[in-house]
């Protein structure tokens, strides 16, 4: 069984930036489309953003467009969330996921394979 390592979360402070990423071990991700979701306290977990398998599709949330850009590197088997003009809305825990189709999506039940999360906190 594969898994998926997320990594990069921490604090940072409103205005400023965090770059997360995404490993995956055991299995190869290059022919899966991948997204990125969050959950803040108390509420439920939503959509961020979401990469095709070649990365020339992605989409995002209306929260986080123009801020946030999702990207991956097929070779090295890992998807990246940079963060810029981070807000304390944006605190949550980040978790990574992939689905078995190429094409991405905005719905979270549509992937299979998921992180274990990496929080992220923002102060303003």
């Known amino acids: 069984q594969g898994q998926l390592v997320e990594s990069g979360g921490g604090s940072a402070q409103a205005g400023g930036s965090l770059r997360l990423s995404c490993a995956a071990s055991?299995?190869?991700?290059?022919?899966?489309?991948m997204g990125w979701f969050r959950q803040a306290p108390g509420k439920e977990r939503e959509f961020v953003a979401a990469i095709n398998w070649s990365g020339g599709s992605t989409y995002y949330s209306d929260s986080v467009k123009g801020r946030f850009t999702i990207s991956r590197d097929n070779a090295k088997n890992t998807v990246y969330l940079q963060m810029n003009g981070l807000k304390p809305e944006d605190t949550a825990i980040y978790y990574c996921?992939?689905?078995?189709?190429?094409?991405?999506?905005?719905?979270?039940?549509?992937?299979?394979?998921w992180g274990q999360g990496t929080q992220v906190t923002v102060s303003s």
């Open positions: 996921a992939a689905r078995q189709y190429t094409s991405s999506s905005t719905e979270q039940r549509s992937y299979d394979y």
């Open positions: 055991g299995r190869t991700i290059s022919n899966r489309a």
